[in-house]
């Protein structure tokens, strides 16, 4: 089983995020059969948001099928995975930037989904699950939009069906036990991923 790990934990191995993140692959390890990670670190990488000179490129090579072009080698390699792990903190209420352009860079027509005759999308993806996690130094609540953003672009464009988060909170307010949050929060993750067996 290949899992593509998205690392969006822009802090490097500072990272609480990522801390989370090496827990869940090292209990996937232990729980799946074959696991093998692919680690996407974006902070490392040159995702740039699309412009409309980048834009006119990707759709005039989507109109041909040429999807072997170094432009769709994201959407390529989410596609082909058969499980996604995504790491970014909670910014905003959401996420980095730098994960959104990933988004908008794997969201490619004919590639990672189509559009059917009554005009809604069916993903092409050969994964169906997706677990998210983050971190937040204030209280998220019910406002997990990283989250729901990507669940609802996975959920009804590129067709994940199994879609699960696991997030640790109140990182930074004051007097809150860190270490036993961060802990709280790999248990959860754990207990979450044996249950996948």
């Known amino acids: ?37 692919e680690e996407l670190v974006l902070d490392q990488e040159e995702i740039l948001p699309l412009n409309s000179q980048r834009l006119a490129q990707r759709h005039e090579l989507e109109e041909k099928g040429q999807f072997d072009h170094p432009m769709f080698r994201y959407g390529r390699q989410f596609a ?19 994960l959104r352009c990933y988004l908008e860079q794997i969201s490619v027509g004919g590639l990672t989904f189509v559009y059917t005759e009554d005009g809604r999308p069916k993903g092409l993806c050969k994964a169906s699950k997706l677990f998210y996690i983050t971190t937040a130094g204030g209280p998220i609540l019910d406002r997990n939009c990283g989250f729901d953003y990507i669940k609802t672009l996975c959920g ?12 640790a909170e109140c990182l930074d307010v004051w007097g809150v036990d860190v270490e036993a949050k961060l802990r709280e929060a790999e248990e959860v993750l754990r207990g979450k991923i044996k249950s996948w067996r």
């Open 1 to 37: 089983m290949r899992v593509l790990f998205v690392n969006c934990c822009i802090r490097g191995q500072e990272s609480r995020t990522l801390r989370l993140c090496r827990a869940a692959i090292q209990q996937m390890e232990e729980t799946l059969e074959g696991v093998t990670v």
């Open 80 to 98: 082909e995975a058969d499980m996604i792990l995504v790491g970014a903190p909670y910014w905003e209420y959401q996420f980095p930037a730098l």
């Open 156 to 167: 009804n464009m590129l067709g994940f069906t199994d879609m699960d988060y696991v997030a």
